[in-house]
C-alpha cells in the first residue's frame, strides 16, 4: 500500500528555515502529483504547494509564495518543502499528500485531489 513519512519539522525562532521531506513507497511516484498541505489548531487543513509528477509545475498558495519551495526527486521517491523566513502564522502540522496523474503533468491544488496522505509533522514558529 502507499506510505508517506515526513520528516524535518520542529521548532524555529521567526525567520528561520526548515527543510520537509516526504518519503513515499508502494506507488510509481513518477507517476504521482504530490502536494504539501498544514493544520493549524481549531483550523481546516488548507494547501500550501503541490508539484507536477515531472516536477516541472509548481503552484504556491498566496501565504507562501516566495518563501517556500516545493520541489521533488523522483529517483528517491521523495518531495521536499523548502521553507525560509518563517512566520508564527506558519505553525501547523504539515502533510505531505499523493494525487495519481497518470499522463497528466499539473500540479493539484484541491484535498479532494489527493488520495493518500502522510501522519504529518509538527512545525512550530516562535516569535
Known amino acids: 500500500q502507499v506510505q508517506l513519512v515526513e520528516s524535518g519539522g520542529g521548532l524555529v525562532q521567526a525567520g528561520g528555515s526548515l527543510r520537509l521531506s516526504c518519503a513515499a513507497s508502494?506507488?510509481?511516484?513518477?507517476?504521482?502529483?504530490m502536494g504539501w498541505f498544514r493544520q493549524a489548531p481549531g483550523k481546516e487543513r488548507e494547501f500550501v504547494a503541490a508539484?507536477?509528477?515531472?516536477?516541472?509545475?509548481?503552484y504556491y498558495a498566496d501565504s507562501v509564495k516566495g518563501r517556500f519551495t516545493i520541489s521533488r526527486d523522483n529517483a528517491k521517491n521523495t518531495v521536499y518543502l523548502q521553507m525560509n523566513s518563517l512566520k508564527p502564522e506558519d505553525t501547523a502540522v504539515y502533510y505531505c499528500?499523493?494525487?495519481?496523474?497518470?499522463?497528466?503533468?499539473?500540479?493539484?491544488?484541491?484535498?479532494?485531489?489527493?488520495?493518500?496522505w502522510g501522519q504529518g509533522t509538527q512545525v512550530t514558529v516562535s516569535s
Open positions: 508539484i507536477s509528477r515531472s516536477g516541472g509545475k509548481t
Open positions: 499528500a499523493a494525487s495519481y496523474s497518470g499522463s497528466y503533468d499539473y500540479p493539484r491544488t484541491r484535498r479532494y485531489e489527493y488520495d493518500s
Open positions: 508502494g506507488l510509481s511516484f513518477s507517476r504521482y502529483a
